[in-house]
């Protein structure tokens, strides 16, 4: 941000950062509660929903207490009821399905609906600007401001038109200051501002560490006879082996559509393993690649996910604002659900920050906030899925997942747990182990049928950056980064980067440590002086996987220009 150019700036009752489920949510509640409030909701991608990525299979506990009559309107985008619910445990070459009785209730997704999450806060955006909320896409927040005592008082947009050496370009026009009496920040998983609010105001003190996964999902249209409008397919196990945790789906849409993904946890050990490998292997498996016979992939995306649920969860409220959503983390992690979570995040916040404004406050610590979201639906929510993680991480898929099922059905039974409240232990980053205690993983090359590579699938993302900008995966230290990430890891960045950004490379361009099929040098060989990174940044797709999974927590992830990145139509 420029120190030398003043900025303008713009007065709000409440600011919220990201048009997301929770942001958007916040902002309609505002407005219902008091529709003289002035709101303004800012989201760095192109459109809203441009950034959007979730499977989604959606609980509408939260729209039906937010827009009760939405069922009686016709351009909804929840035209598909779940009909029919299977949960599978995959092996290498058969698969079994778990009888439903045996899952506890809150597993059940009947009565949900599978959707496209963009498309639904696309459909909240309309009913945010028909009540006065103003939006503003394209617009990425890149700073918070605070005022003489230290409160937040809003943000600033990043300049635009900055030439890659950091100097100001033809095109440059400074940041705008938005200043409100509250601001909620509600960036999504990771978010650049949330992080700096966190260690600021230590929001994460007596917390366990939180943990995340990444999820990586595809679109594809069909053939008709392979479609099952409703379906809603879970699994579990394979190409994982048991002590990997992570599980996928298959989510049969409408007009033949069908959402297949992969979750894999980021507190995997072996630097070897590629995620997106991992993904295209699941679609090969016997029970998963009919489905896609004579079909067509339409568009492809990543995202990380939060999982530490309710011991993760930071303090949500400090002075002059709060976070929402999966800012915050609000995920059910068996679930595989977090949308409700984070529009009931989202009103609740709006809720107290309404009560506070009417009582004339302003820049002040919501703690009404913080103190309600345990008791409310969201904690219950959480709080009986609070082992599930734990458990899997420490006792592997096959252990894990059948204690963590036992606690589901103690929890939801008899209100209380045999494990009480377990930690999580390691952050994600410290789970890897270095490259010498682990094997190269060989994968297949990809038949671009029913396989694919990352870069053609980053084509189908329509990810876009301005090449001559700021590089906004930021290394804070490029000699610890080749001491250790390469020599020690063997570049798990070149593997765990769903869209093909990183690479280390040699003095003639050789790749180091790439993907399948290159030359792999990086496993603990210390003799490669002119070993090199190169940060491919146009093809970020902002899912933070970077962030959150570098060894070293090295690479620092600040949003590019407003209005870059991905833009998902219907993801």
């Given at each position: ?7 303008e ?8 950062v ?6 958007l ?56 009821p779940?009909?029919?619910?299977h ?51 394209g ?9 003489e ?10 300049d ?10 033809p ?30 105001f ?9 943990k ?35 599980g996928?789906?298959?989510?049969h ?36 690649k009919?489905?896609?016979e ?80 345990r ?15 734990p ?25 209380f ?17 270095p490259?010498?205690?682990h ?20 084509f ?9 900008q ?56 210390r ?13 970020c ?24 990145g ?6």
């Amino acid at each position: 941000m420029s120190d030398d150019v003043e900025r303008e700036s713009m007065e709000f009752d409440v600011v919220i950062v990201g048009a997301g489920p929770a942001g958007l949510a916040a902002a309609v509640r505002l407005k219902q509660i008091n529709a003289d409030l002035s709101v303004v909701v800012l989201e760095k991608g192109a459109e809203v929903g441009a950034h959007i990525l979730s499977g989604a299979v959606i609980d509408p506990i939260a729209v039906d207490r937010l827009l009760p009559d939405w069922r009686n309107e016709d351009d909804h985008p929840f035209q598909t009821p779940v009909t029919d619910d299977h949960f599978l445990v995959l092996g290498p070459a058969g698969s079994f399905r778990l009888p439903n009785f045996m899952m506890p209730p809150l597993m059940n997704n009947h009565g949900n609906f599978i959707v496209s999450l963009g498309n639904v806060c696309r459909w909240l955006a309309t009913k945010a600007e028909a009540l006065g909320v103003e939006i503003y896409p394209g617009f990425a927040a890149v700073e918070v401001l605070y005022d003489e005592n230290g409160r937040v008082k809003g943000v600033a947009t990043g300049d635009m038109g900055i030439e890659r050496d950091g100097t100001k370009g033809p095109n440059y026009a400074p940041g705008m200051e938005l200043h409100g009496k509250y601001t909620m920040i509600g960036e999504g998983v990771r978010g650049s501002l949330a992080k700096q609010l966190i260690a600021k105001f230590g929001l994460d003190e007596g917390r366990e560490p939180g943990k995340y996964g990444i999820g990586l999902k595809e679109l594809w249209q069909v053939a008709p006879d392979k479609h099952r409008k409703g379906l809603v397919q879970h699994s579990f196990g394979w190409p994982l082996d048991s002590r990997t945790g992570g599980g996928s789906f298959l989510y049969h849409l409408e007009d033949n559509l069908v959402a297949v993904g992969f979750v894999l946890h980021l507190n995997y050990r072996n630097p070897y393993l590629s995620p997106f490998e991992e993904f295209q292997r699941f679609k090969t498996h016997p029970a998963i690649k009919d489905t896609f016979e004579g079909g067509k992939r339409i568009s492809y995306g990543a995202r990380a996910i939060t999982e530490g649920g309710w011991q993760s969860v930071p303090k949500l409220a400090f002075p002059g604002g709060v976070l929402i959503g999966c800012s915050a983390g609000f995920v059910n992690v068996p679930r595989i659900k977090g949308s409700h979570n984070a529009m009931l995040s989202g009103m609740l916040a709006a809720e107290h920050a309404a009560e506070a404004l009417a009582e004339g406050r302003a820049n002040d610590e919501l703690a009404g906030y913080e103190h309600a979201w345990r008791a409310s639906d969201i904690g219950k929510d959480l709080r009986k899925v609070r082992n599930v993680k734990p458990l899997w991480s420490r006792f592997g898929t096959i252990g894990g997942v059948a204690l963590g099922g036992l606690d589901m059905w103690t929890n939801t039974l008899f209100g209380f747990s045999f494990f009480g409240t377990m930690k999580h232990g390691k952050t994600d980053a410290a789970s890897l182990e270095p490259a010498a205690k682990h094997k190269k993983i060989d994968y297949q090359k990809p038949d671009g049928v029913l396989t694919f590579d990352r870069l053609s699938s980053v084509f189908l993302s329509n990810t876009n950056h301005e090449e001559d900008q700021p590089v906004h995966l930021q290394v804070k230290d490029m000699e610890l980064q080749k001491e250790s990430e390469y020599a020690v890891y063997a570049g798990p960045s070149t593997r765990y980067c769903p869209a093909g950004v990183y690479e280390w490379v040699d003095a003639d361009g050789n790749s180091l440590a790439g993907g399948p099929g290159s030359p792999d040098k990086g496993g603990g060989d210390r003799h490669q002086p002119d070993a090199r990174f190169v940060i491919n940044a146009q093809n970020c797709v902002h899912c933070k996987t970077c962030d959150i999974k570098d060894p070293n927590q090295n690479i620092n992830w600040v949003p590019p220009q407003g209005g870059e990145g991905p833009v998902y139509p219907n993801m």
